[in-house]
């Protein structure tokens, strides 16, 4: 990519008597906002190895018809809904969180109601419409939410004053009230600031938080951006490997103890080097994490790839993930980011391990099915028998710059991990047609999928969509919420 834009600005720099200073630097703007906020940087150039973690089944098996699922439309009129909420208060509403500073709530009778539950539109950083990763990206309510009306956000801010200089943005971890006086509303005045962290770029900015079985928060943050983790922000090391930041972690904290909060005592780097704050490291833009919701609580945290493979991680206390020594189960040169050299370390800089994906496959520029892995949820529901106990996960599209999102179902066999396509049998060519962009669970663990007909935040494209039984008519939609045109 640098390459390329270094090629154009000759080029402009050499005929600026014909396309004019102003208009180069527009163009050079333009093609560096294009090619950085194609999200998650891409390789042209075809591997020949054939390594994989899992045996993959492929997307479509010749002469074989794909397993199918049915979605039923549950909401519409978002901008751009990256995940959808249950508070487990006994209410049955399910909150909707727009990146465009937005939270909906949609009630219990499946009405989405016209009163914003919280508006940050004020508080977040002004978003590019044609592709941003900045926004209002993260909800989790408090394991007590339904006593104490506590939750808690993580949104992109301007930057702060004291960041480092030339920084993108700083991202916030807050925690906020219900009003006194409307449970479907949050009270603006309570927030207070959890943790800043300042971002050098604006991309793998992770986003997802949710509580844990242990009553603790967790916060997936990338690597600060930019691309093969180098560049301004990054160490030598990158940030995905170095212990003294907290980009490219999993952050776990305790918010029920200190000011504002306190670490578990268990936490790896509790009175060693490293930031105490960190559960686990070594990931790149960990975009969508998610516990199971039964049985061992396993941990998926999907990391999504630099330029050739996706992959999804069962991540547990300490574990250092790779990245940027590896991309999924294989060696990375941030230099040659598209020719993963033959060798490379298997250990950390502490000597520590360095744990391998349960499953990866091909980025779509690496003649693959996808270009960025989109986290789910184990379905622990009840209306589809057949998917019970298997990781249900997606891919933002099939292609750049056109909304053909993949869904996925995964599951393991004596500890070894595959997965396959999901047909969508009541939609057009048996796909969903529209960019993915995130998945939600509900109380009762049915899972929901988050799309929209738009590559960035621009638009009231954004539809929820329900995941139910391949043979299921779903009723005649009711209360779908139209965007005012003000908004």
């Not at 305790?254 to 070594?282: H, K, L, S």
């Not at 496959?361 to 057949?386: F, H, K, L, S, T």
């Not at 960035?456 to 539809?463: A, D, E, K, R, V």
Request: with cysteine.
């Amino acid at each position: 990519m640098e390459a390329m834009i270094a090629r154009l600005y000759s080029y402009l720099n050499f005929n600026k008597g014909v396309v004019g200073v102003r208009k180069a630097s527009i163009i050079i703007l333009a093609l560096v906002m294009i090619l950085a906020m194609i999200p998650f940087a891409c390789a042209t150039q075809h591997m020949e190895e054939e390594t994989t973690t899992v045996e993959i089944v492929p997307p479509v098996e010749p002469g074989e018809p794909l397993e199918e699922i049915g979605v039923e439309l549950v909401a519409e009129g978002f901008t751009s809904p990256l995940a959808f909420v249950s508070p487990e208060d006994g209410t049955g509403r399910m909150f909707v969180v727009d990146q465009a500073g937005l939270i909906w709530v949609i009630d219990g009778e499946g009405r989405v109601l016209e009163e914003y539950f919280l508006d940050l539109r004020g508080e977040i950083v002004e978003l590019n419409p044609g592709f941003d990763e900045r926004g209002l990206l993260g909800l989790a309510f408090h394991p007590n939410f339904r006593q104490n009306g506590r939750f808690f956000v993580h949104y992109s801010a301007p930057l702060r004053v004291g960041a480092p200089e030339g920084w993108n943005h700083t991202a916030v971890i807050a925690e906020f009230g219900v009003s006194k006086d409307d449970s479907n509303a949050a009270d603006p005045a309570s927030e207070e600031i959890i943790l800043q962290i300042d971002q050098p770029h604006f991309n793998h900015n992770g986003g997802h938080i949710t509580f844990g079985p242990d009553g603790y928060l967790y916060i997936p943050l990338g690597d600060g951006g930019g691309a093969n983790d180098v560049g301004l922000g990054h160490p030598d090391i990158g940030n995905g490997q170095d212990i003294t930041t907290l980009l490219g972690s999993i952050l776990r904290i305790d918010i029920d103890q200190g000011n504002p909060y306190t670490i578990p005592d268990d936490n790896p780097f509790v009175g060693e080097e490293g930031r105490d704050e960190i559960f686990a490291y070594g990931l790149r833009n960990p975009y969508r994490s998610s516990f199971d919701a039964m049985e061992d609580n396993e941990f998926f945290v999907a990391d999504v790839g630099q330029a050739l493979w996706e992959e999804v991680n069962i991540v547990t206390n300490g574990g250092n993930y790779g990245w940027n020594i590896k991309e999924g189960t294989h060696c990375f040169d941030p230099e040659n980011p598209e020719q993963p050299p033959a060798e490379c370390p298997s250990v950390g800089a502490q000597g520590e391990p360095l744990l391998d994906p349960i499953f990866e496959y091909r980025n779509a520029r690496n003649e693959g099915i996808g270009i960025a892995v989109i986290g789910g949820y184990v379905y622990r529901g009840e209306a589809i028998n057949d998917l019970y106990g298997e990781y249900i996960f997606g891919d933002w599209s099939r292609v750049v710059g056109e909304g053909d999102g993949v869904v996925f179902a995964a599951s393991s066999s004596n500890e070894e991990w595959g997965f396959r396509e999901l047909a969508i049998s009541n939609r057009e060519n048996q796909r969903m047609g529209l960019f993915i962009t995130g998945f939600g669970q509900d109380a009762d663990n049915e899972l929901y999928i988050l799309t929209t007909e738009n590559a960035g935040p621009s638009g009231n494209t954004g539809q929820v969509y329900k995941i139910v039984p391949a043979d299921y008519e779903p009723a005649e939609a009711e209360n779908i919420k139209e965007k005012r045109d003000e908004r």
